[in-house]
DNA sequence: TCTGGGGTCCTAGGACCC
DNA sequence: TCTGGGGTCCTAGGACCC
Protein backbone atom coordinates (compact mmCIF):
# COMPACT_ATOMS: atom_id res chain seq x y z
CA UNK A 1 0.00 0.00 0.00
CA UNK A 2 1.33 3.52 -0.22
CA UNK A 3 0.10 6.55 1.33
CA UNK A 4 -0.19 9.96 -0.43
CA UNK A 5 0.33 12.52 2.00
CA UNK A 6 -0.52 16.05 0.11
CA UNK A 7 -0.54 19.36 1.84
CA UNK A 8 -4.20 21.28 1.35
CA UNK A 9 -4.06 24.45 -0.52
CA UNK A 10 -0.47 24.58 0.42
CA UNK A 11 0.54 28.34 -0.36
CA UNK A 12 -2.05 29.45 1.05
CA UNK A 13 -1.71 27.19 3.93
CA UNK A 14 1.45 28.22 4.51
CA UNK A 15 0.82 32.04 4.70
CA UNK A 16 -1.97 31.49 6.84
CA UNK A 17 0.17 30.21 9.25
CA UNK A 18 1.63 33.29 10.20
CA UNK A 19 -1.74 34.83 9.37
CA UNK A 20 -4.33 32.79 12.00
CA UNK A 21 -6.52 36.26 11.27
CA UNK A 22 -7.06 34.82 7.27
CA UNK A 23 -8.41 31.24 8.61
CA UNK A 24 -11.72 31.09 6.98
CA UNK A 25 -11.07 34.10 4.59
CA UNK A 26 -10.79 34.17 0.99
CA UNK A 27 -6.78 33.54 0.36
CA UNK A 28 -5.10 33.65 -3.20
CA UNK A 29 -1.30 32.93 -4.15
CA UNK A 30 -0.14 34.48 -7.36
CA UNK A 31 2.67 32.80 -9.47
CA UNK A 32 5.90 34.80 -10.24
CA UNK A 33 5.29 38.75 -11.55
CA UNK A 34 1.87 38.27 -9.84
CA UNK A 35 1.00 36.90 -12.99
CA UNK A 36 -1.91 34.18 -12.04
CA UNK A 37 -3.49 32.36 -9.11
CA UNK A 38 -1.64 29.10 -7.96
CA UNK A 39 -2.89 28.56 -5.40
CA UNK A 40 -6.75 29.22 -3.07
CA UNK A 41 -8.40 28.33 -0.49
CA UNK A 42 -11.79 26.85 -0.19
CA UNK A 43 -13.29 30.41 0.16
CA UNK A 44 -11.56 31.37 -3.07
CA UNK A 45 -12.30 28.08 -5.10
CA UNK A 46 -15.81 28.59 -3.39
CA UNK A 47 -16.10 31.93 -5.02
CA UNK A 48 -15.44 30.71 -8.66
CA UNK A 49 -12.10 31.27 -8.84
CA UNK A 50 -10.34 28.81 -11.34
CA UNK A 51 -6.58 27.59 -10.90
CA UNK A 52 -4.69 29.89 -13.32
CA UNK A 53 -6.90 32.97 -13.46
CA UNK A 54 -4.74 35.74 -14.28
CA UNK A 55 -5.37 37.95 -11.23
CA UNK A 56 -5.95 41.60 -13.01
CA UNK A 57 -9.33 39.83 -13.61
CA UNK A 58 -9.78 39.74 -10.31
CA UNK A 59 -7.95 42.35 -8.65
CA UNK A 60 -10.88 44.13 -8.40
CA UNK A 61 -12.21 41.67 -5.68
CA UNK A 62 -9.14 42.17 -4.00
CA UNK A 63 -8.90 46.00 -3.83
CA UNK A 64 -12.94 45.77 -2.63
CA UNK A 65 -11.39 43.21 0.26
CA UNK A 66 -13.16 40.07 -0.60
CA UNK A 67 -9.68 38.27 -1.27
CA UNK A 68 -7.06 38.54 0.09
CA UNK A 69 -4.10 37.68 -2.20
CA UNK A 70 -0.42 37.42 -1.58
CA UNK A 71 2.50 37.32 -4.08
CA UNK A 72 4.60 33.64 -4.14
CA UNK A 73 7.30 33.48 -1.36
CA UNK A 74 9.29 30.28 -2.03
CA UNK A 75 11.64 30.59 0.76
CA UNK A 76 8.74 30.57 3.26
CA UNK A 77 7.51 27.51 1.21
CA UNK A 78 10.35 25.68 0.87
CA UNK A 79 11.12 25.88 4.26
CA UNK A 80 7.70 24.93 5.11
CA UNK A 81 7.76 22.05 3.06
CA UNK A 82 11.28 20.91 4.35
CA UNK A 83 9.43 20.84 7.61
CA UNK A 84 6.63 18.84 7.07
CA UNK A 85 8.73 15.98 5.21
CA UNK A 86 11.00 15.67 8.23
CA UNK A 87 7.75 14.66 10.51
CA UNK A 88 7.07 11.96 7.84
CA UNK A 89 10.51 10.79 6.63
CA UNK A 90 10.44 9.96 10.76
CA UNK A 91 7.32 7.73 10.80
CA UNK A 92 7.89 5.52 7.86
CA UNK A 93 10.53 3.56 6.09
CA UNK A 94 10.89 4.99 3.21
CA UNK A 95 9.40 7.91 1.85
CA UNK A 96 9.45 9.35 -1.50
CA UNK A 97 8.89 13.00 -1.93
CA UNK A 98 6.99 13.70 -5.07
CA UNK A 99 6.48 17.99 -5.25
CA UNK A 100 6.80 20.14 -2.75
CA UNK A 101 3.65 19.89 -0.92
CA UNK A 102 3.32 15.86 -1.86
CA UNK A 103 5.20 12.65 -0.35
CA UNK A 104 4.79 9.36 -0.95
CA UNK A 105 5.10 7.10 1.76
CA UNK A 106 5.92 3.29 1.69
CA UNK A 107 4.37 1.38 4.45
CA UNK A 108 6.25 -2.17 3.52
CA UNK A 109 6.98 -3.68 7.17
CA UNK A 110 3.99 -1.71 8.79
CA UNK A 111 1.24 -3.73 10.66
CA UNK A 112 -1.74 -2.98 7.39
CA UNK A 113 -4.13 -2.81 10.80
CA UNK A 114 -2.09 0.07 12.52
CA UNK A 115 -2.09 2.54 9.17
CA UNK A 116 -5.04 4.22 9.86
CA UNK A 117 -3.93 5.07 13.49
CA UNK A 118 -0.54 6.19 12.18
CA UNK A 119 -1.78 8.43 9.40
CA UNK A 120 -4.36 9.92 11.56
CA UNK A 121 -0.96 10.79 13.78
CA UNK A 122 0.94 12.49 11.21
CA UNK A 123 -2.32 14.09 10.04
CA UNK A 124 -2.49 15.84 13.24
CA UNK A 125 1.22 15.89 14.07
CA UNK A 126 2.23 18.10 11.12
CA UNK A 127 -1.09 20.32 11.67
CA UNK A 128 0.41 21.02 15.17
CA UNK A 129 4.06 21.09 14.95
CA UNK A 130 4.35 23.06 11.52
CA UNK A 131 0.59 24.76 11.48
CA UNK A 132 -0.13 23.51 7.84
CA UNK A 133 -3.05 20.87 7.02
CA UNK A 134 -2.60 17.71 4.84
CA UNK A 135 -4.75 14.91 3.73
CA UNK A 136 -3.52 11.47 3.30
CA UNK A 137 -4.52 8.94 0.80
CA UNK A 138 -3.74 5.10 1.55
CA UNK A 139 -4.31 2.58 -1.50
CA UNK A 140 -2.75 0.07 -3.21
CA UNK A 141 -1.42 1.92 -6.35
CA UNK A 142 -0.35 5.62 -6.66
CA UNK A 143 -2.87 6.65 -9.03
CA UNK A 144 -5.80 4.93 -6.72
CA UNK A 145 -3.92 6.80 -3.10
CA UNK A 146 -4.18 10.15 -5.25
CA UNK A 147 -7.85 9.77 -5.75
CA UNK A 148 -7.77 8.69 -2.36
CA UNK A 149 -6.33 12.20 -1.17
CA UNK A 150 -9.06 13.84 -3.06
CA UNK A 151 -11.36 12.05 -1.07
CA UNK A 152 -9.86 12.61 2.10
CA UNK A 153 -9.55 16.42 0.91
CA UNK A 154 -13.10 16.46 0.04
CA UNK A 155 -15.16 14.84 2.79
CA UNK A 156 -14.77 16.55 6.58
CA UNK A 157 -15.77 13.04 7.87
CA UNK A 158 -12.64 10.92 6.84
CA UNK A 159 -10.60 13.98 9.26
CA UNK A 160 -8.61 13.96 6.84
CA UNK A 161 -7.30 10.05 5.98
CA UNK A 162 -9.35 7.60 3.32
CA UNK A 163 -8.12 4.41 3.47
CA UNK A 164 -9.00 2.55 0.15
CA UNK A 165 -8.56 -0.83 1.37
CA UNK A 166 -11.21 -2.96 0.12
CA UNK A 167 -12.44 -3.79 -3.59
CA UNK A 168 -15.86 -1.85 -2.66
CA UNK A 169 -14.10 0.87 -1.59
CA UNK A 170 -11.94 1.14 -4.86
CA UNK A 171 -15.32 0.40 -7.11
CA UNK A 172 -17.16 3.19 -5.32
CA UNK A 173 -14.12 5.65 -5.44
CA UNK A 174 -13.72 5.19 -9.26
CA UNK A 175 -17.63 5.09 -10.16
CA UNK A 176 -17.47 8.90 -8.18
CA UNK A 177 -14.30 10.43 -9.67
CA UNK A 178 -14.85 12.46 -12.82
CA UNK A 179 -12.32 11.45 -15.99
CA UNK A 180 -10.58 14.15 -15.80
CA UNK A 181 -9.44 13.88 -12.29
CA UNK A 182 -7.56 10.89 -12.94
CA UNK A 183 -3.64 11.27 -12.34
CA UNK A 184 -2.60 11.20 -15.90
CA UNK A 185 -5.72 12.35 -17.68
CA UNK A 186 -5.14 15.82 -18.70
CA UNK A 187 -7.03 18.98 -20.97
CA UNK A 188 -6.49 17.07 -23.85
CA UNK A 189 -7.60 13.49 -22.58
CA UNK A 190 -10.29 14.08 -20.94
CA UNK A 191 -12.84 15.50 -23.72
CA UNK A 192 -11.56 12.83 -26.13
CA UNK A 193 -12.65 10.09 -23.42
CA UNK A 194 -15.65 11.47 -22.49
CA UNK A 195 -16.44 11.99 -26.45
CA UNK A 196 -16.14 8.12 -26.37
CA UNK A 197 -18.77 7.86 -23.54
CA UNK A 198 -15.53 7.32 -20.66
CA UNK A 199 -16.88 9.61 -17.93
CA UNK A 200 -15.57 8.56 -15.45
CA UNK A 201 -12.76 6.22 -13.62
CA UNK A 202 -14.88 2.89 -13.36
CA UNK A 203 -15.79 3.59 -17.02
CA UNK A 204 -12.52 3.55 -18.09
CA UNK A 205 -11.56 0.80 -16.21
CA UNK A 206 -14.85 -1.02 -17.83
CA UNK A 207 -13.30 -1.04 -20.97
CA UNK A 208 -11.13 -3.77 -22.02
CA UNK A 209 -7.66 -3.58 -21.70
CA UNK A 210 -7.15 -4.05 -25.89
CA UNK A 211 -9.25 -1.34 -26.46
CA UNK A 212 -6.87 1.25 -24.37
CA UNK A 213 -3.63 -0.24 -26.11
CA UNK A 214 -5.29 0.27 -29.55
CA UNK A 215 -6.72 3.57 -28.82
CA UNK A 216 -4.15 5.26 -26.53
CA UNK A 217 -0.85 5.62 -26.08
CA UNK A 218 1.34 4.23 -23.13
CA UNK A 219 1.16 6.54 -20.25
CA UNK A 220 -2.51 5.82 -20.19
CA UNK A 221 -2.15 2.68 -20.28
CA UNK A 222 -0.75 1.94 -17.29
CA UNK A 223 -2.89 4.40 -15.91
CA UNK A 224 -5.79 2.20 -16.97
CA UNK A 225 -3.35 -0.86 -14.61
CA UNK A 226 -2.99 1.67 -11.67
CA UNK A 227 -6.75 2.28 -11.70
CA UNK A 228 -7.40 -2.00 -11.94
CA UNK A 229 -5.18 -1.89 -8.70
CA UNK A 230 -1.75 -3.28 -10.35
CA UNK A 231 0.71 -1.34 -9.24
CA UNK A 232 3.03 -0.04 -12.44
CA UNK A 233 4.35 3.33 -11.67
CA UNK A 234 6.57 2.07 -9.04
CA UNK A 235 10.04 3.14 -9.80
CA UNK A 236 11.84 6.21 -8.38
CA UNK A 237 12.73 9.04 -9.96
CA UNK A 238 16.51 9.69 -10.78
CA UNK A 239 17.95 11.76 -8.26
CA UNK A 240 19.44 13.81 -10.46
CA UNK A 241 17.11 16.44 -13.21
CA UNK A 242 17.95 15.96 -16.59
CA UNK A 243 17.36 19.69 -17.74
CA UNK A 244 17.60 22.64 -15.00
CA UNK A 245 15.76 25.69 -16.16
CA UNK A 246 15.87 29.08 -15.05
CA UNK A 247 13.26 31.59 -16.69
CA UNK A 248 11.36 34.59 -15.48
CA UNK A 249 8.57 37.23 -17.32
CA UNK A 250 9.89 40.88 -16.83
CA UNK A 251 7.19 43.61 -15.60
CA UNK A 252 7.80 45.32 -18.93
CA UNK A 253 8.44 44.35 -21.80
CA UNK A 254 12.42 44.90 -22.63
CA UNK A 255 14.14 45.90 -26.32
CA UNK A 256 17.46 47.00 -24.77
CA UNK A 257 19.93 44.60 -25.59
CA UNK A 258 22.27 45.22 -23.03
CA UNK A 259 19.38 44.74 -21.12
CA UNK A 260 18.06 41.42 -21.76
CA UNK A 261 21.66 40.06 -22.01
CA UNK A 262 22.04 41.45 -18.15
CA UNK A 263 18.79 39.07 -17.44
CA UNK A 264 20.17 36.81 -19.75
CA UNK A 265 23.53 36.68 -17.75
CA UNK A 266 21.45 36.04 -14.17
CA UNK A 267 19.67 33.32 -14.96
CA UNK A 268 22.69 31.31 -16.56
CA UNK A 269 24.81 31.96 -13.30
CA UNK A 270 21.60 31.07 -11.77
CA UNK A 271 21.35 27.45 -13.48
CA UNK A 272 24.99 27.41 -13.00
CA UNK A 273 24.69 27.52 -8.99
CA UNK A 274 21.50 25.36 -9.42
CA UNK A 275 24.44 22.35 -10.72
CA UNK A 276 27.02 23.40 -8.78
CA UNK A 277 24.80 22.31 -5.54
CA UNK A 278 23.37 19.39 -6.90
CA UNK A 279 27.19 18.23 -8.30
CA UNK A 280 26.37 17.88 -11.20
CA UNK A 281 27.91 19.55 -14.61
CA UNK A 282 25.84 20.32 -18.55
CA UNK A 283 27.02 20.37 -21.88
CA UNK A 284 23.83 21.78 -23.41
CA UNK A 285 23.12 25.83 -22.77
CA UNK A 286 20.12 26.93 -24.36
CA UNK A 287 19.14 30.57 -24.26
CA UNK A 288 15.10 31.26 -25.23
CA UNK A 289 12.90 34.40 -25.31
CA UNK A 290 9.48 35.48 -25.61
CA UNK A 291 7.68 38.54 -26.90
CA UNK A 292 4.49 38.74 -25.50
CA UNK A 293 2.03 36.48 -26.98
CA UNK A 294 -1.09 38.21 -25.28
CA UNK A 295 -0.38 41.24 -27.73
CA UNK A 296 -1.68 40.32 -30.49
CA UNK A 297 -0.70 44.09 -32.24
CA UNK A 298 2.65 43.29 -31.63
CA UNK A 299 5.63 41.34 -33.51
CA UNK A 300 5.65 38.24 -32.26
CA UNK A 301 9.46 36.11 -31.87
CA UNK A 302 10.40 33.12 -30.37
CA UNK A 303 13.71 32.32 -30.58
CA UNK A 304 16.07 29.72 -29.08
CA UNK A 305 19.67 28.68 -29.48
CA UNK A 306 21.47 25.84 -28.04
CA UNK A 307 25.77 26.40 -27.45
CA UNK A 308 27.05 22.68 -27.13
CA UNK A 309 30.23 22.54 -24.67
CA UNK A 310 32.71 20.18 -25.53
CA UNK A 311 33.06 19.58 -21.56
CA UNK A 312 30.43 19.79 -19.32
CA UNK A 313 30.66 22.62 -17.07
CA UNK A 314 29.30 24.38 -13.94
CA UNK A 315 31.17 27.26 -13.10
CA UNK A 316 29.45 30.96 -14.07
CA UNK A 317 31.68 32.02 -16.04
CA UNK A 318 31.46 28.91 -18.57
CA UNK A 319 27.77 28.88 -18.42
CA UNK A 320 27.06 32.54 -18.97
CA UNK A 321 29.22 32.81 -21.67
CA UNK A 322 27.48 29.95 -23.39
CA UNK A 323 24.62 31.37 -22.42
CA UNK A 324 25.75 35.22 -24.43
CA UNK A 325 26.89 33.73 -27.18
CA UNK A 326 24.12 31.64 -28.03
CA UNK A 327 21.91 35.58 -26.81
CA UNK A 328 23.83 36.56 -30.04
CA UNK A 329 22.93 34.52 -32.26
CA UNK A 330 18.95 34.97 -31.61
CA UNK A 331 18.65 38.49 -30.10
CA UNK A 332 17.18 40.57 -33.01
CA UNK A 333 16.43 44.41 -32.13
CA UNK A 334 12.69 46.18 -32.75
CA UNK A 335 10.96 43.10 -30.69
CA UNK A 336 9.66 44.51 -27.31
CA UNK A 337 10.52 40.84 -25.22
CA UNK A 338 8.38 39.75 -22.64
CA UNK A 339 10.14 36.61 -20.94
CA UNK A 340 13.91 34.82 -21.24
CA UNK A 341 15.50 32.13 -19.71
CA UNK A 342 18.17 29.77 -19.81
CA UNK A 343 17.76 26.13 -19.99
CA UNK A 344 20.91 23.81 -19.19
CA UNK A 345 20.64 20.21 -20.31
CA UNK A 346 23.26 16.72 -21.10
CA UNK A 347 23.60 16.87 -17.46
CA UNK A 348 25.83 14.59 -15.61
CA UNK A 349 27.57 14.41 -12.18
CA UNK A 350 31.11 17.21 -12.40
CA UNK A 351 33.03 14.19 -10.84
CA UNK A 352 32.52 12.51 -13.98
CA UNK A 353 33.03 15.11 -16.16
CA UNK A 354 35.87 13.77 -19.12
CA UNK A 355 38.75 15.85 -18.86
CA UNK A 356 41.17 13.86 -21.16
CA UNK A 357 40.26 15.53 -24.65
CA UNK A 358 42.20 17.33 -26.80
CA UNK A 359 42.41 21.08 -25.96
CA UNK A 360 40.56 20.95 -22.88
CA UNK A 361 42.64 23.08 -20.09
CA UNK A 362 43.20 21.12 -16.67
CA UNK A 363 44.48 24.49 -15.21
CA UNK A 364 41.97 26.80 -16.27
CA UNK A 365 39.37 24.09 -15.28
CA UNK A 366 40.68 23.66 -11.80
CA UNK A 367 41.08 27.22 -11.42
CA UNK A 368 37.21 28.31 -12.58
CA UNK A 369 36.14 25.43 -9.84
CA UNK A 370 37.99 26.86 -7.25
CA UNK A 371 36.66 30.16 -8.02
CA UNK A 372 33.38 29.33 -8.04
CA UNK A 373 33.88 27.55 -4.64
CA UNK A 374 35.18 30.70 -3.22
CA UNK A 375 32.13 33.22 -4.70
CA UNK A 376 29.74 30.12 -3.24
CA UNK A 377 31.00 30.43 0.22
CA UNK A 378 31.16 34.41 0.27
CA UNK A 379 27.60 34.55 -0.92
CA UNK A 380 26.41 32.01 1.63
CA UNK A 381 28.07 33.58 4.42
CA UNK A 382 26.74 37.16 3.23
CA UNK A 383 23.27 35.73 2.75
CA UNK A 384 23.46 34.43 6.74
CA UNK A 385 24.34 30.83 5.74
CA UNK A 386 21.60 30.09 3.68
CA UNK A 387 21.72 31.60 0.70
CA UNK A 388 19.03 31.14 -1.21
CA UNK A 389 18.61 34.70 -1.99
CA UNK A 390 18.69 36.37 -5.14
CA UNK A 391 21.28 39.00 -4.20
CA UNK A 392 24.63 37.90 -4.55
CA UNK A 393 27.68 39.83 -3.01
CA UNK A 394 29.91 38.51 -5.55
CA UNK A 395 28.99 37.94 -9.29
CA UNK A 396 30.35 38.01 -12.75
CA UNK A 397 30.58 41.99 -14.47
CA UNK A 398 28.17 40.57 -16.80
CA UNK A 399 25.39 40.16 -14.31
CA UNK A 400 23.23 42.66 -13.10
CA UNK A 401 24.11 45.07 -10.22
CA UNK A 402 20.89 44.74 -7.88
CA UNK A 403 18.44 42.17 -6.77
CA UNK A 404 18.12 39.20 -8.80
CA UNK A 405 14.08 40.32 -8.78
CA UNK A 406 14.32 43.72 -9.73
CA UNK A 407 11.77 44.33 -12.86
CA UNK A 408 9.27 41.55 -11.35
CA UNK A 409 6.35 42.11 -9.92
CA UNK A 410 6.19 41.68 -6.67
CA UNK A 411 3.05 43.81 -4.38
CA UNK A 412 2.18 41.77 -1.84
CA UNK A 413 4.52 39.62 -0.98
CA UNK A 414 4.61 38.35 2.80
CA UNK A 415 7.24 38.77 4.89
CA UNK A 416 10.04 36.17 5.73
CA UNK A 417 8.68 35.16 9.00
CA UNK A 418 11.13 31.79 8.48
CA UNK A 419 14.47 32.58 6.86
CA UNK A 420 16.99 35.30 6.86
CA UNK A 421 15.75 38.26 5.71
CA UNK A 422 17.96 38.19 2.39
CA UNK A 423 15.48 35.79 0.92
CA UNK A 424 12.76 37.31 -0.21
CA UNK A 425 13.40 35.65 -3.34
CA UNK A 426 13.89 32.19 -3.34
CA UNK A 427 14.92 30.62 -6.53
CA UNK A 428 14.54 26.79 -6.75
C1' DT B 1 -2.22 48.25 -17.93
C1' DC B 2 -2.19 43.36 -16.14
C1' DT B 3 -1.71 36.47 -18.41
C1' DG B 4 4.01 31.70 -14.03
C1' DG B 5 7.85 28.50 -13.67
C1' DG B 6 9.93 24.08 -13.64
C1' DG B 7 9.95 19.48 -14.63
C1' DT B 8 8.99 14.32 -16.78
C1' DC B 9 8.08 10.86 -20.31
C1' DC B 10 6.70 9.26 -24.91
C1' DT B 11 6.43 9.26 -29.90
C1' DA B 12 7.14 10.19 -34.66
C1' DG B 13 10.19 11.19 -37.98
C1' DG B 14 14.68 12.35 -39.84
C1' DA B 15 19.64 11.35 -40.13
C1' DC B 16 22.78 8.06 -40.48
C1' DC B 17 24.86 3.55 -40.87
C1' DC B 18 25.68 -1.00 -42.86
C1' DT C 1 16.88 -0.81 -67.68
C1' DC C 2 17.16 -1.90 -62.91
C1' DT C 3 17.75 2.11 -57.34
C1' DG C 4 16.50 -2.08 -50.48
C1' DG C 5 15.78 -2.86 -45.97
C1' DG C 6 16.55 -2.69 -41.35
C1' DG C 7 18.51 -0.88 -37.31
C1' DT C 8 19.94 2.92 -34.03
C1' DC C 9 20.27 7.44 -32.39
C1' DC C 10 18.76 12.04 -31.87
C1' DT C 11 15.47 15.74 -31.70
C1' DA C 12 11.29 18.37 -31.61
C1' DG C 13 6.93 18.54 -30.09
C1' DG C 14 3.10 17.06 -27.40
C1' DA C 15 1.05 15.37 -23.37
C1' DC C 16 1.21 15.20 -18.59
C1' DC C 17 2.41 16.76 -13.60
C1' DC C 18 2.68 20.30 -9.52
Redesign the pocket.
Known sequence: MYALVDCNNFFVSCERVFRPDLEGKAVVVL???D??I?SRSNESKDMGIKM?T?F?KV?HLADAGHLHAFSSNYALYGDLSDRVMSILADAVPRIEIY????AYLHLEGIDPGKVPQLCRELVDKVRKWVGVPVSIGVAPTKTLA?IASHFAKKYKGYKGVCMMDTEAKRLKALELTPIGDV????????PKMQQMSVMTALDFVNRPKDWVERTF???VVRTWEELQGHACVEEE??ER?????????FADMIEDENELMLRVSDFAALCAK?LREEGSAACDVTTFMYT?R??EDLQQYFPSATIRLDVAANSAQEIVGAALRAFRTIYRPGFRYK?A?VIVSNIVPSGAVQGAIFGFDEELRSRQDRLSEVMDKVNRAAAGGTDSSGKSLIRLAAQRPGHFADGIRRDFCSRLYTTSLDDIIE??
Request: aromatic letters at 6%; a positive charge; glycine letters at 12%.
Open positions: SNNGCVGPFKSIDEKWGVGRRLASLPRERKTICTSRSKNFRKGVR
